[in-house]
């Protein structure tokens, strides 16, 4: 279940991402320059980098670190956490 609520920053975050990313597709349909595509293509890792904290860190202050929750919800979060860091990761 997600905690992270409708945010119009977040939600812009992903909009300018899938637009970067259409950039790149238009590039790649034009041939264009290649340190342009690839200047593009840094940009995006940077920008998805970014989504990737802020939903870490809303899912680490629910999952992991709410004083309300038990040792089971804690073990049970943080698991998620490894998973998501490892397959990011790779």
Known sequence: MSHISYTPGLVARV???TG???AVERGLDESADCAALLQQVAAIRGAVNGLMEE???AHLHEHVAAPELDAESR???SDEVIAAIRRYAK
């Open 15 to 17: 909009r300018r991402i």
């Open 75 to 77: 073990r049970k979060g």
């Open 20 to 22: 970067q990313l259409a």
């Open 55 to 57: 939903i870490l860190e």
